[in-house]
């Protein structure tokens, strides 16, 4: 079989795994759009974000559309690549005739998938249920950065992985080093206003680059695409696959 072949068939074999756990499934999709709700409830009214007022709605949207991509791509990525180690299932890949290349191409594909629907159904629920003009006019610009950042991200789920010592340490390294960063960065709450040390502390890690180019690329007064911040997302995403690519260890760490 080719290289396509075997992609695709992978492909559809992760994707059944996904929706095998109902679960799982479930609240992956309902988490996003749980904090929309919740966030749109709590903040009502306008927010300031690039020195002009807009909705929380308009803001909201963009931003948990970020928390979807890097829950589906970073975090989930990192936990399930965490656990496969541990319970022996990497091990037994390396041993079948299936190139390595392969196996994480299509769990990253999988990821970027699943990152796509989440992002749609964001998107789509910010337009029906509060009013949210979607970006006409950058549109390109919007799913170039979708598609950039959480290819990016998926490296750094996986150079994460390489870190995390086991299974049941995944949950705590992995949330911890995210959760922060979302709230540093302007992904659940808006920046205007924060201290500059926080913003400049924010300014070191990708979430924030990533956060900037999403906004700048679904605002509704100036839209632009953020190419300066996209790059910064890139360049930690090619940091995060030479790492992974150095440490990345198949069998279970004693």
């Known amino acids: ?139 390109g610009a919007f799913i170039l950065v979708v598609l950039l950042g959480g290819a990016s991200f998926c490296a750094l789920g996986l150079a994460i992985s390489a870190v995390v010592p086991n299974a049941d340490a995944a949950p705590a390294v992995i949330n911890f080093s995210i959760l922060p960063l979302l709230f540093i960065s302007g992904v659940f709450i808006p920046l205007d206003g924060a201290p500059a040390w926080l913003e400049n502390v924010a300014q070191l890690f990708p979430v924030y680059h990533f956060a900037q180019a999403t906004l700048g690329a679904f605002h509704p007064f100036d839209p632009t695409f953020e190419t300066g911040h996209l790059m910064m997302v890139v360049l930690w995403g090619l940091a995060g696959l030479l790492f992974a690519l150095k440490f990345f260890s198949w069998e279970p760490r004693r």
């Open 1 to 139: 079989m080719n290289r396509v072949g075997l992609i695709a068939r992978e492909f559809r074999y992760e994707n059944k795994a996904f929706w095998r756990n109902p679960a799982s499934a479930f609240f992956t999709f309902v988490f996003p759009l749980m904090f929309l709700v919740i966030f749109n409830s709590l903040f009502s009214g306008t927010v300031t974000t690039y020195g002009r007022e807009t909705s929380t709605s308009t803001f909201y949207v963009p931003a948990i559309a970020v928390f979807a991509i890097i829950s589906a791509t970073y975090t989930n990525l990192g936990m399930s690549i965490t656990i496969a180690r541990d319970e022996g299932i990497l091990k037994r890949f390396r041993g079948t005739p299936l190139p390595a290349s392969i196996y994480f191409l299509t769990k990253i594909l999988h990821a970027m998938f699943v990152s796509l629907i989440l992002v749609t159904i964001v998107a789509v629920a910010g337009a029906l249920f509060y009013d949210v003009d979607l970006p006409s006019e950058t549109m």
